[in-house]
């Protein structure tokens, strides 16, 4: 039993000696080559910080060199190639790894070494006020510079570290100039767009509301206002829910403060014009509304009861934007009591003369075709004399020039009338009455035949057609007047009009001259036939807005991108226009067009279709439009054209005119005429 306890105690013994090899390998370890490794990073950079300063000091070389060659020993037993060259590459970066290196790195200013002291020898022979060197923005300067003033050395980078960090910062400062002018650009490109846009905006609106109009600039503005309105609101809601919960005295509470309150605004639209009694008003219906709300709130209640009045309230928007359109409509087709009144009075002078002077001088040039023709269209007597009176007053001779203006027979005395009283300088002047071209009939003319027909007199006279003011029809333009008389059409017959004429100039009634125009008629036209001022911009006035392109005939003969021109100003070659059979292609594409399936009513879209790659743009300068409908002309645009165009329907014998840019018409009228001061037309 002995014996076996013996043996078992010995075994006992030999494992808890072979159990604690372990910890007593990891003391040496510790205890013996740790300190080994140390020195040995310790002696490599004293090594290098003796190099660095140029302290030769023999002994101490040799122990260094003593140190490494022990070290290495020991290391390369221990550690595999792989890893000695990692440490070798980090000492080539960085510098050895020892306490000093950690002492002087750029650590932060919390972190402190109790009792630390340069552990190099040569520091101690440096001076103490030795300033550091700024390492990113300095170049080194001596072997002395890379000590610190408080007598710890800082390793210095290599010019090629120190060219490294200033490329990259070069660099990062092109990148930020870069994005810089990127961010500049894009503002620009922003801007741009932006006022693009807002040319393209309808412009009929424009003018009517601004965000910028100064009663918008605050926020605040006519609070007042606008808080007696939401009450009304209210107070209608909650009438409303105490009619319907059986609730008299509330709902006549109600319904007198709603009365009030509707009193007190009218038609206030600022604050500083309500009365002094309004804030007692809005207090005591404030009172009622906080009375109503506690007895009849009701949250599906209330919801529904405004929605319903939304409802309603949008429905009264369209109907009144119809009504507004139709009253604009109707404005533009009528003339003004001053004209008729005019044009009245010339009538009756004109055919209480003589037939003996009724005629004009000059008719000998009327077919001269070494002159300047000019055709005018016009039922308007006033608006006539603008045009040639602004063409005379620019003309460098007025000698050179003839109008034929052709009027129908209602005005066809007063047309003649005024200009025997008021003659073109020494221009010729000749007016005719449409209804005597007796070729002009409906066997020879579509539109005529078209305007006889019952679906078309349906389509203008019918009386239960949907044209009233509650119920205004979307295509309430194409409803004009205009469209029935055959000046509007005469366009297309000129050459019919005019046989002997080679070129001739054509003006609408509502255009303004500002230029000589004599250089139109030099201008080499390239084989085409008429001559025009585009209108298309970025996606507008192209042929898709005007013609139906569901229809197969235009499908197949137009492209919907092609750019559109204007009517108004136009050159048109005669003997190009006899060649190529304009009229011709007119009534093919009229006839066509019977039941208005191709385009709506009017004669741009028939113009645009005949003259198809048939007309050469002209420089845009010739012809400036928009002065009936645009507010936002350009003002140098129109000081720059030759021709000012009032398309649209606010023309300038209008009072809807548009004041900013009447004044270019009305330089031209003498309103101190004696017709005119009779007939109340003043400036």
């Known amino acids: 039993m002995a014996s076996g306890r013996g043996l078992s105690g010995m075994g006992i013994h030999r494992k808890r000696g072979g159990g604690s090899r372990l910890p007593i390998v990891l003391v040496i370890f510790f205890s013996v080559l740790a300190p080994l490794i140390f020195f040995v990073g310790r002696g490599l950079y004293t090594s290098a910080s003796i190099d660095q300063n140029d302290i030769p000091s023999g002994s101490s070389k040799q122990n ?38 950690l002492r002087k790195s750029n650590m932060s200013a919390s972190w402190k070494f109790d009792g630390a002291e340069t552990s190099v020898e040569n520091n101690a022979t440096s001076e103490p006020n030795q300033k550091a060197v700024r390492i990113e923005k300095e170049a080194p300067k001596g072997k002395g510079d890379n000590i610190l003033a408080d007598g710890r050395s800082q390793l210095v980078d290599t010019p090629a570290k120190q060219f ?22 894009a503002i620009v490109k922003l801007e741009n767009a932006a006022i693009e846009r807002s040319k393209s905006v309808d412009s009929a609106v424009l003018g009517k ?44 509470e109600l319904q007198s403060r709603l009365k009030e309150s509707q009193r007190a605004l009218g038609d206030t639209a600022a604050d500083a014009d309500l009365h002094h009694s309004v804030p007692e008003k809005i207090k005591l219906m404030g009172q009622v509304l906080s009375k109503a709300r506690e007895q009849l709130y009701d949250c599906k209640l209330v919801t529904g009861k405004l929605r319903a009045m939304l409802q309603t309230a949008d429905e009264q928007v369209r109907s009144l934007k119809k009504q507004s359109t139709f009253l604009s409509q109707l404005a533009a087709k009528t003339i003004p009591n001053g004209i008729h009144c005019m044009s ?32 005018l269209f016009s039922d308007n007597v006033l608006a006539a004399s603008v045009v040639v009176n602004s063409t005379i007053m620019n003309a460098k001779d ?16 007063a047309m003649n009338m005024w200009f025997l009283l008021n003659p073109p300088g020494k221009a010729a002047i000749h007016v005719e009455n449409v209804d005597e071209f007796k070729w002009l009939n409906s066997s020879y003319c579509p539109v005529l035949r078209q305007l006889e027909s019952a679906s078309m007199k349906e389509y203008y006279f019918k009386a239960d057609h949907p044209t009233t003011l509650s119920s205004g029809a979307s295509n309430l333009k194409y409803r004009n007047p205009k469209y029935l008389s055959m000046l509007n059409h005469l366009r297309f017959y000129l050459p019919q009009v005019y046989p002997k004429l080679n070129k001739i100039l054509f003006l609408d009634d509502d255009i303004v001259v500002q230029k000589d125009l004599t250089r139109l008629w030099s201008v080499d036209l390239q084989g085409k036939v008429n001559g025009a001022v585009e209108t298309c911009g970025e996606s507008f006035h192209r042929f898709d807005k005007y013609l139906n392109f569901t229809n197969p005939h235009i499908a197949r003969n137009f492209d919907p991108n092609a750019c559109g021109w204007a009517y108004g100003m136009n050159m048109f070659d005669l003997k190009e226009w006899k060649k190529k059979d304009i009229t011709g292609i007119y009534h093919k594409w009229q006839n066509m067009n019977e039941d208005r399936t191709l385009w709506k009513l009017g004669t741009l879209p028939p113009g645009l279709i005949t003259f198809y790659n048939l007309t050469h743009p002209l420089e845009k300068s010739w012809h400036v439009l928009g002065l009936g409908y645009n507010p936002s002309v350009d003002r140098s645009e129109i000081e720059n054209a030759a021709v000012v165009h009032y398309n649209g329907n606010m023309k300038p014998w209008l009072e809807l005119a548009m004041t900013k840019y009447r004044s270019y018409w009305t330089k031209y009228i003498k309103y101190d005429h004696p017709y005119l001061r009779n007939c109340n037309l003043n400036e």
């Open 64 to 101: 260094v060199h003593w140190r490494e060659r022990l070290a290495l020993q020991y290391i390369k037993s221990l550690l595999s190639k792989d890893v000695i060259d990692v440490i070798a590459a980090s000492t080539v970066d960085l510098g050895p790894l020892s306490l000093d290196s």
């Open 164 to 185: 490294r960090r200033q490329l990259r910062e070069r660099r990062r400062e092109k990148r930020a100039a870069d994005l810089v002018q990127q961010d500049d650009e």
């Open 209 to 252: 509301y601004s965000i910028w109009r100064k009663e918008n600039e605050n926020d605040n503005s006519d609070s007042t206002v606008r808080l007696m309105r939401d009450q009304m609101i209210m107070a209608r809601v909650y009438l409303s829910i105490a009619k319907m919960k059986n609730k008299p005295d509330l709902q006549q």
């Open 344 to 375: 009245m009075r010339l009538t009756i002078e004109y055919y209480l003369l003589p037939p003996e002077k009724r005629k004009f001088p000059g008719s000998e040039n009327l077919e001269n075709p070494n002159l300047y023709h000019y055709a």
């Open 398 to 413: 007025s000698s050179k020039h003839v109008f034929h203006l052709v009027t129908d027979k209602l005005n066809f005395g």
